[in-house]
């Protein structure tokens, strides 16, 4: 079975702090991605990377940025928290061939952030 | 850019059939997906509607595509408690999904 691993599945952290969120998949997949999910807002897409080193903004990236220096590994890291960032922050990966995504997402539990 | 909407809640009793409606804008889409997203854990893909297909049945779940009004629906048969779950509509887009809010379906005894 594919799995994402998230490493924290609740966090708390003041405004200001430099918050780092990490996620590991497991099935050699080449798409990885960064979702927020707010009730009554679904999923908004943060930023996603198609090959290491390699990131797109997605639809939210301000406050945001990310790493992926390993083909598994892929970090979100918040430098400033601000209240507006809390928030459940979702990992997702797809194998896909190219840049189209027609297959299946494989998501991870999803990470709860609280910022004071 | 894709703009995908679903009514928040619904809420059956045990048995009945449940629908979920999703309307999405661009028309372009070739996979249009049913995620379900159970407490406490991510989304999991239910099924997927090719988009030159109308309707696709997985025992007891029946997705409808209407392309013409852009309109996706989730039928679920004989709905049980352990259906209660946020069930989340996405279209594929380039380089990435654009998910709808998700509806909470709620499943009562």
């Known amino acids: 079975d594919v799995k994402v691993t998230q490493s924290s599945r609740y966090l708390v952290k003041r405004t200001g702090e430099k918050v780092f969120l990490e996620c590991v998949q497991d099935m050699d997949h080449e798409n990885m991605f960064w979702y927020r999910q707010d009730p009554g807002l679904g999923l908004r897409l943060i930023y996603f990377s198609y090959d290491v080193k390699m990131k797109e903004k997605g639809d939210i990236p301000e406050g945001y940025s990310v790493s992926r220096e390993k083909k598994e590994r892929f970090s979100l890291i918040l430098e400033s928290a601000s209240t507006n960032q809390t928030s459940m922050y979702l990992c997702?990966?797809?194998?896909?061939?190219?840049?189209?995504?027609?297959?299946?997402?494989?998501f991870g539990e999803g990470s709860r952030l609280t910022v004071l | 850019g894709e703009d995908v909407e679903q009514s928040l809640f619904l809420s059956v009793r045990e048995g009945d059939s449940s629908v979920i409606n999703c309307t999405y804008t661009d028309s372009s889409s070739t996979y249009l997906y049913w995620y379900k997203q159970e407490p406490g854990a991510g989304l999991q893909l239910l099924t997927y509607?090719?988009?030159?297909?109308d309707m696709k049945q997985d025992q007891r779940l029946t997705v409808l595509l209407n392309k013409k009004d852009k309109h996706l629906s989730l039928r679920i048969a004989d709905t049980q408690t352990g259906d209660s779950a946020i069930y989340f509509c996405?279209?594929?887009?380039?380089?990435?999904?654009?998910f709808g809010t998700g509806t909470r379906l709620l499943v009562s005894p």
């Open positions: 997702a990966s797809s194998l896909e061939v190219g840049l189209a995504v027609t297959g299946e997402l494989f």
């Open positions: 509607i090719f988009s030159n297909m």
């Open positions: 996405a279209v594929a887009g380039f380089q990435k999904l654009v």
